[in-house]
């Protein structure tokens, strides 16, 4: 099984990150939208949507990415009001939600909720990407290299269950590696590239650390949420679409916690939000 991820990620990171770099942005825009079209399609499967109504839940996230597009064109207002939405949604409502068990199967809620993780990640994705794609590829690596960390962390020295309910494979020693880990790659491109990430605009080491390791904590409540979610559903994976790796929510569950959250403190600091 790790060989195949390996081979996958092998072939899937170069796609990536010439997509990154050589596509214009409204090319960009599509590819992502239809990554969140197919984890849509996920998400509607372990809502419990079925026959027309996943149809249709996909047909009205295709009519809502169009229109938030067109959106993005007028101003930053969009970006800030998703931003702000996500940032409150994991770090008021998702410690509560997983803390008391609920199964929140309600169709509304499903619906929102699913917008709620997808929209504010495309936003993230688009609008990180015009301040630079080396922010782009900064926050994904970042995430990449906890998700990878705690999983070797955790399968090493892992004795603490982190939500034996939930995920009982994931430990408080994994968490530390990625954390840990994150820490490194913060201090790195701190300490080397300090005017590097956020369009000139110079980043100390310690503030950049500590962004990090708060990012880095936001990622893995993503990846407890989804994990609740398929658990609630009766699932092990979002869906087989990716061999060795699930689904496309099973990949993207880090960063749809992650990215909305460093949107906002990337246009906080740069000033851009509200203006």
Same mark, same amino acid.
């Given at each position: 099984?790790?060989?195949?991820?390996? /081979?996958?990620?092998?072939?899937?990171?170069?796609?990536?990150?010439?997509? /990154?770099?050589?596509?214009?942005?409204?090319?960009?825009?599509?590819?992502?939208?239809?990554?969140?079209? +197919?984890?849509?399609?996920?998400?509607?499967? /372990?809502?419990?949507?079925?026959?027309?109504?996943?149809?249709?839940?996909?047909?009205?996230?295709? +009519?809502?990415?169009?229109?938030?597009?067109?959106?993005? %064109?007028?101003?930053?207002?969009?970006?800030?009001?998703?931003?702000?939405?996500?940032?409150?949604?994991? +770090? !008021?409502?998702?410690?509560?939600?997983? !803390?008391?068990?609920?199964?929140?199967?309600?169709?509304?809620?499903?619906?929102?909720?699913?917008?709620?993780?997808?929209?504010?990640?495309?936003?993230?994705?688009?609008?990180?990407?015009?301040?630079?794609?080396?922010?782009?590829?900064?926050?994904?690596?970042?995430?990449?290299?906890?998700?990878?960390?705690?999983?070797?962390?955790?399968?090493?020295? =892992?004795?603490?269950?982190?939500?034996?309910?939930?995920?009982?494979?994931?430990?408080? %020693?994994?968490?530390?590696?990625?954390?840990?880990? @994150?820490?490194?790659?913060?201090?790195?491109?701190?300490?080397?590239?300090?005017?590097?990430?956020?369009?000139?605009?110079?980043?100390?080491?310690?503030?950049?650390?500590?962004?990090?390791?708060? +990012?880095?904590?936001?990622?893995?409540?993503?990846?407890?949420?989804?994990?609740?979610?398929?658990?609630?559903?009766?699932?092990?994976?979002?869906?087989?679409?990716?061999?060795?790796?699930? =689904?496309? /929510?099973?990949?993207?569950?880090?960063?749809?916690?992650?990215?909305?959250?460093?949107?906002?403190?990337?246009?906080?600091?740069?000033?851009?939000? @509200?203006?």
């Amino acid at each position: 099984m790790l060989r195949q991820r390996l /081979l996958v990620a092998l072939i899937l990171i170069p796609l990536f990150l010439a997509a /990154l770099f050589l596509l214009p942005q409204w090319a960009w825009a599509v590819l992502l939208g239809i990554v969140v079209l +197919l984890a849509a399609h996920e998400w509607a499967r /372990l809502s419990g949507f079925a026959g027309r109504g996943a149809w249709a839940y996909l047909a009205l996230t295709t +009519l809502i990415l169009f229109g938030c597009y067109r959106l993005l %064109e007028t101003g930053p207002t969009l970006t800030g009001w998703l931003a702000v939405a996500a940032t409150l949604f994991w +770090l !008021a409502v998702v410690p509560f939600w997983l !803390a008391l068990g609920w199964r929140g199967q309600a169709w509304p809620v499903r619906a929102l909720t699913g917008w709620l993780l997808l929209l504010p990640t495309w936003v993230a994705m688009l609008e990180l990407r015009l301040v630079g794609p080396g922010l782009v590829l900064f926050i994904m690596g970042l995430i990449w290299l906890a998700d990878s960390a705690a999983y070797f962390a955790g399968h090493r020295f =892992g004795r603490h269950k982190l939500a034996p309910l939930i995920s009982p494979g994931k430990t408080w %020693e994994g968490v530390l590696g990625a954390v840990l880990a @994150g820490m490194l790659l913060a201090w790195l491109v701190g300490v080397s590239s300090p005017n590097l990430l956020l369009a000139g605009h110079r980043v100390s080491a310690p503030v950049l650390v500590a962004a990090c390791v708060f +990012l880095v904590a936001v990622s893995v409540e993503g990846d407890l949420f989804e994990s609740h979610i398929k658990r609630v559903a009766g699932v092990k994976d979002s869906s087989h679409l990716i061999p060795g790796h699930g =689904g496309v /929510l099973d990949r993207i569950d880090s960063q749809t916690a992650a990215l909305p959250v460093f949107l906002l403190l990337a246009f906080a600091y740069l000033g851009r939000l @509200g203006n």
